[in-house]
């Protein structure tokens, strides 16, 4: 009975390091979903009238992926992000709160060409959190599965 209760000590290990790289899926679905929506309100503004508050809660306000959009209505009632943004750096805060800033303060084409400039920290941001993703997340789970084993071991 003793070794079966050591036995779940690696996978309780593996657990916790599976629960420390969330963050890291969290940040790649954030940025997937930004640029997803960086896209979006380009072409809304490009072809249509609507307002931002319109193009960011367009019919996807039960997507609870659809962080993004929460954080940028959030942003526009109160004037700033009130959401702690665990997940990210503080440079990719800075940019997000940069970004929302100058989201709909000039004209039609001013617009377009600012969010036209920002498509490259947009990408490079996205890559750099799926880059993490791939690598870091695995590595937690491995590594916490391994410390398990280390206690395993040591306590038989």
């Known amino acids: 009975m003793r070794i079966f ?3 779940t000590i690696p996978l309780i290990c593996a657990f916790l390091g599976w629960l420390l790289s969330v963050k890291f899926a969290e ?3 954030f940025w997937e ?3 997803y929506k960086h896209e979006k309100i380009k072409a809304e503004i490009s072809f249509s009238q609507n307002s931002l508050s319109e193009i960011l809660s367009d019919g996807e306000k039960n997507d609870k992926k659809d962080c993004f959009s929460v954080i940028a209505i959030d942003y526009f009632k109160n004037g700033k ?3 702690k943004l665990k997940f990210l750096s503080e440079e990719e805060r800075r940019f997000i709160e940069k970004y929302l800033q100058n989201l709909g303060t ?3 084409d001013s617009q377009i060409n600012l969010l ?3 498509e490259a920290e947009i990408k490079k941001y ?3 959190s799926d880059d ?3 690598k870091y997340r695995p590595l937690y789970i491995k590594l916490g599965f391994l410390a398990g084993l280390v206690i395993f071991i040591l306590v038989i």
């Open 126 to 128: 996205s890559t750099l």
């Open 33 to 35: 979903n930004f640029a």
């Open 106 to 108: 000039t004209d039609k």
């Open 27 to 29: 940040a790649q679905t």
């Open 132 to 134: 993490k993703c791939k």
């Open 81 to 83: 992000i009130t959401y």
């Open 116 to 118: 036209k400039s920002m």
């Open 5 to 7: 209760i050591l036995a």
